[in-house]
């Protein structure tokens, strides 16, 4: 009878009836092995969708240094991607065009993997690309091909406030894409994180820079909405933790930071950290409106939209009925333990190496 070599001095017969079925032939890439580490073998081979943005670059470092193969499906120029480059080992990280209005072209990066993560997203509209299509079209075509190809794993990112009734369509369409996904792959793990910040973030660096406008302007002056961020590095920990976990399949975490704050002491505190003059004043909703909606003419990427200020002046919602970072071995980051790393730059010269202490913390509310 033939046989097939399993491990060193181990063959198993070939007409031997297997004990795993599977459908698809294992590859070596998917056979732990070696120290972990970079160099090693994880025996994940995950393709993450979205990988350029925000949350990306953190989740592919993560899988990198403990030696995962990446897929990386990219629409953008070559030259964005050469910080996700050195993540990896050698011929670790797979760069793959493709068009996520094509099946075929999804079917391709997903066929050879065992988990697919979806991070696709954008802050604003575009004339090819609405919230719909971003949250709802393209989620709803990666979960259907990914449970054609028998992947086992499968995250989808969310928001903490997905809602049908909330004014942010953003919002609206995360909602939607969210039972679109649940319904195409049961088992999926759907992450909700709030408000995430970082170096490179959208959200504490969005507030800092309000500085060159005069001051902050803050519907009802910040003091009708809470907010609790969560470090993204967090984010990046909970997805990797989501995939070695197999009791996490089809369950909804909701990732929140340990803090929450009213909207007004949380800018405060920014400027603080950034030791900036806070000047806050109240601007009514149609008239934040009216000035994001110049923002929006930018034929580039617009700093404000009024989508925006819609769901920066949302209050965080809380799940007590739903798992979270603790639940994934993750013990949550303050905002006043990171928020240094993200403002420093933000400080003048003569308060470049002062102390993190010297600023006043935020006044936090119960969770």
Request: hydrophobic share 40%; net charge positive; aromatic share 10%.
């Amino acid at each position: 009878l033939p046989f097939c070599v399993v491990g060193p001095g181990i063959s198993v017969l070939a007409a031997a009836p297997s004990v795993l079925q599977q459908h698809r032939q294992v590859h070596h890439a998917v056979i732990p092995h070696g120290r972990s580490g970079r160099s090693s073998v994880s025996g994940i081979v995950a393709t993450v969708f979205g990988a350029t943005g925000f949350l990306g670059r953190y989740v592919v470092n993560r899988l990198g240094r403990i030696g995962s193969q990446v897929i990386i499906p990219y629409r953008c120029d070559q030259y964005d991607l050469m910080y996700l480059r050195p993540m990896g080992d050698l011929g670790q990280l797979l760069f793959l065009e493709w068009d996520c209005k094509d099946k075929d072209s999804i079917r391709r990066a997903v066929e050879h993997s065992n988990v697919v993560i979806n991070l696709v997203g954008k802050e604003w509209e575009t004339k090819n690309f609405n919230f719909e299509d971003e949250f709802v079209n393209i989620p709803t075509r990666i979960a259907q091909i990914t449970r054609e190809a028998g992947v086992e794993t499968l995250i989808h990112i969310s928001h903490l406030n997905a809602s049908m009734k909330s004014p942010s369509k953003y919002l609206r369409s995360k909602a939607v894409g969210e039972k679109a996904v649940r319904e195409e792959f049961p088992d999926a793990i759907i992450l909700k994180p709030s408000e995430m910040f970082g170096r490179e973030d959208r959200f504490l660096n969005h507030y800092a820079n309000m500085r060159w406008f005069g001051g902050v302007p803050l519907i009802s002056l910040g003091k009708k909405t809470v907010k609790q961020p969560v470090y993204v590095v967090d984010v990046a920990k909970a997805i990797i933790n989501a995939v070695k976990d197999p009791n996490a399949k089809g369950k909804t975490y909701a990732l929140a930071g340990p803090n929450r704050y009213l909207l007004y002491d949380m800018v405060e505190y920014i400027y603080a950290v950034c030791f900036r003059t806070f000047l806050p004043y109240p601007l009514p909703r149609p008239l934040y409106h009216l000035v994001a909606r110049f923002f929006e003419i930018n034929p580039f990427e617009p700093w404000l939209t009024r989508d925006k200020v819609d769901r920066f002046h949302t209050t965080d919602m809380t799940f007590p009925d739903l798992p979270g970072l603790e639940d994934l071995g993750i013990q949550p980051t303050s905002l006043e333990q990171k928020a240094i790393e993200v403002l420093r730059r933000h400080r003048r010269y003569r308060w470049l190496d002062a102390e993190l202490e010297e600023a006043k913390p935020a006044k936090t509310y119960p969770v």
